[in-house]
């Protein structure tokens, strides 16, 4: 096999850029076996809805992955935004009458504790010279205990007459199509423009590379890494932005596992784990393709819907074997 071929995959078939995309239409035919309501509207709407908050929280952890950095807590700062969310707008009706302006505060306070959030866990990693997995590790465990504390060991509720004015934010449609998935094709498509369009996105993919060398060639290594974890830190919010009118609560059981989908969407869809290179197309229908698994195993009786988690492992640990080559090195 000529060096060009062997590193592009089987011949002229390069399988990280086709490789998630023949995946999901696998899933697809796949689904459509099983049952035949698989293709129906409903249940294509209701996939591609339910993909939007880890695609959306996905999107962010391509950069951090890209730039070689990891980010473990994101599930738990969702949930402890979606409770500071509900809890400052419940206080809040007896400060306002309106309901949107209401609604406003609370997607304001949302995005700032996401900035703030995603910044505290990029400087202690950069400043304070500590893995990043030590850091969001710590941070993940500080989240879910601050939620569990504001709950008191329960359940946060937002207030109904503010959750009926929520609604549309989830429950509602632009033109037929549902709000979240116009959010996270907005964000993708964002996404996609800073990472393969922007210095900042060329930053990354050099860090992620070899920091050393990204150092000596005058990037500041520092800040966009930082960077990289304050725009995690935004997409978390804006996917807890569309959460919480879904169920109009929160508690410590809230985002659990959200950061093993969406380091499993990412990886899945081509983005190199140790950094260097990064998909956002793939990580979209990465978190497509991990909805649709749990859409199936729904519909069908294959296996215990409860072994979703397991089926997710199994493909994190195949998508990584395949990135490193392991099944070229198997034939050699």
């Known amino acids: 096999m000529s060096r060009k071929a062997a590193a592009i995959g089987f011949g002229p078939f390069d399988l990280k850029t086709w490789g998630p995309l023949l995946a999901l239409i696998g899933l697809m035919v796949l689904g459509t076996a099983l049952n035949t309501s698989f293709l129906s509207e409903g ?10 908050f880890i695609g959306i929280i996905a999107v962010g952890a391509t950069f951090v992955i890209t730039a070689g950095g990891i980010d473990l807590s994101v599930g738990a700062m969702a949930a402890v935004i979606s409770g500071v969310m509900i809890i400052s707008m419940n206080a809040l009706m007896n400060v306002f009458d309106s309901a949107s302006l209401i609604i406003a505060c609370g997607i304001l306070l949302s995005l700032a504790l996401g900035l703030l959030a995603g910044a505290f866990n990029g400087l202690v990693t950069t400043k304070g010279k500590i893995e990043a997995f030590i850091v969001t590790l710590g941070t993940m465990g500080i989240f879910r205990s601050l939620v569990t ?6 359940t946060l509720s937002l207030d109904f007459a503010i959750r009926g004015a929520y609604r549309p934010f989830y429950y509602g449609d632009i033109l037929g199509i549902p709000v979240p998935v116009i959010v996270f094709a907005v964000v993708a498509a964002i ?65 659990v ?39 199936i195993l729904n519909l069908t009786d294959l296996i215990s819907n409860y072994l979703n988690g397991a089926v997710q492992g199994v493909i994190i640990i195949v998508a990584v074997w395949l990135q490193r080559g392991g099944w070229k090195n198997k034939g050699q």
């Open 149 to 154: 504390y504001f709950a008191d060991g329960g």
């Open 191 to 255: 996404g996609w423009v800073i990472l393969n369009r922007t210095a900042f996105g060329r930053h990354c993919r050099a860090i992620g590379s070899n920091e050393a060398v990204a150092r000596y060639s005058a990037v500041q290594v520092n800040r966009v890494k930082t960077l990289t974890y304050i725009v995690q830190g935004l997409c978390v919010s804006l996917a807890t932005i569309i959460y919480v009118p879904r169920l109009g609560s929160a508690s410590s059981s809230t985002g």
């Open 43 to 52: 249940n294509i709407s209701n996939i591609l809805t339910r993909s939007a």
């Open 257 to 295: 596992l959200w950061e093993l989908e969406a380091i499993a969407a990412v990886i899945i869809g081509g983005t190199v784990l140790k950094g260097g290179s990064g998909r956002i197309g793939g990580t979209v229908i990465g978190a497509i393709m991990l909805t649709m698994i749990g859409n």
